[in-house]
């Protein structure tokens, strides 16, 4: 089948939705790193350490999301070619949202009933076993008012609403990290102060998302309704999510897990802050993963299948682009950026080891995002669940034992040893299957390439470096290097470089190559 014509709306859309997506997340994540240096001195490192432990607890949970939110992510976005769907659409939300919110209300039921036990879990030098307990308390109305908007969210990445969800994503997140600041100054400095805003702001959050959703969808002459036959039809593909979720949890919190409970809560407060600076590669390719999941699940619905090839490796390139650039300045700057970001350096000094170690390993899984978004949209489930099971087994007593001999560097290269297993030995058994042949071009075109230009940039940047720069100095120069191992990346990966020489013209990035 022919590709797309350049003025397919489709790509038109997906170009949106991804510019959208990527300045919004980069929004958030600013505002996010603003404000951590900011909420960790008012609160502590202890209190920041057992808000990460918290957040590790409710990313536990989401293993009851029973892949729900991509199910109605796949599910809206295929409907969506049908005209005459208004009313599946509708039963399809009313009878998810209540399975969700009920959910939501199991999982609020059950932090509080863990709450006498956390403090026994983690090792506080600071904070009593009552301040503890009451910020469990807390963080259990958090998580039951949090837990239904991925579920919202994903219902409007599948109806195609990401400008709209990013406006309202952008603005609450602004709402609860500076409003966190604003509170813990002028009101009290403590984690129970912090975690009530929380439930405030993602409680309107919530809200909010779900209105957006029924805005969203096409009229239909009957109200919505819940309906039984609606769970009998997804059931397969959300059964499989569920159990690719349990696993993918299991192994990206273990690491959090095990810090927090061999090492002492102001070590893992370390931890988390690296984790926190590392996880930012995710507000890149979170966005892209968010667009190109519904795009891909249109094609593969009207059976687009050279077009999906072609879509396929130009996003593939432009993730691999941005992600490497920003990962090789990550690994090879981490502590001139601690030290920019925190100002402190007991911070520098304990966390740029383990930021270098955690970025890599984020990067790899950066990049397998995009095929994993092919297989979801495919229906094949399996493939990323199974290779999980495998690797909890090996790596959980693996990170014990890292950990026991290097501290929070074993917990790290443990993560950086699952996600090469991704890179490795998952997106080959894919294309075994989906655009068979293709793996080669993955591997070379898609990933070698951008990656080479950035790694010459970004070292060559680091034996050039002055020493003892003042912190605008510095700043500077870490931005003229991101740039350039950027610009070198894009010129190395053919279909960017293409759209590059391209767009002088004013042709679309996403037509080119």
Known sequence: MAAAHPLDPGLSRLKQNIVANLSGRLIVAAVGLAVVPLIVRLMGIEAYGLVAFFTSIQAVFGLLDLGLSATINRELARLSVNRDASTEMRDLVRTLESAYWGIAILIGAGMLALAPAVPRWVRPEHLSPGQIEQAALVMGIVMALQWPLSFYEGGLMGLQRQVAWNAVSVSMSAVRQAGAVIVLWLVSPTVQTYLWWQAIAYGLQTGLTAWMVWRSMPAAASRPRFRTSVLAGVWRFAAGMTGTTIATLGLTQMDKLVVSRMLPLNEFGYYSLAAVAAGGLNYVIGPIFAAVFPRFSELIAAGSLQTLRDEYHRVAQFSSVIVLAAACVLIVFAPQILQLWTRDPVVVARAHRVLSVLAAGTALNALVHVPYALQLASGWTSLMMYANAIAVVVLVPATILLV??????????????????????????????????????WYTTDVAAPLIGAVAVVLLGRLALPANLDPWMLGGYLVLVSGMALTCAALAAPAIRAALVRAVGHRDWMTAG
Request: aromatic share 8%.
């Open 404 to 441: 026991r001999e290097f501290g929070a560097v074993g917990a790290a290269a443990a993560w950086v040893a699952l996600n090469a297993g991704y890179v490795l030995i998952t997106v080959p058994v894919m294309h075994r299957r989906l655009l068979r042949g293709d793996l080669g071009r």
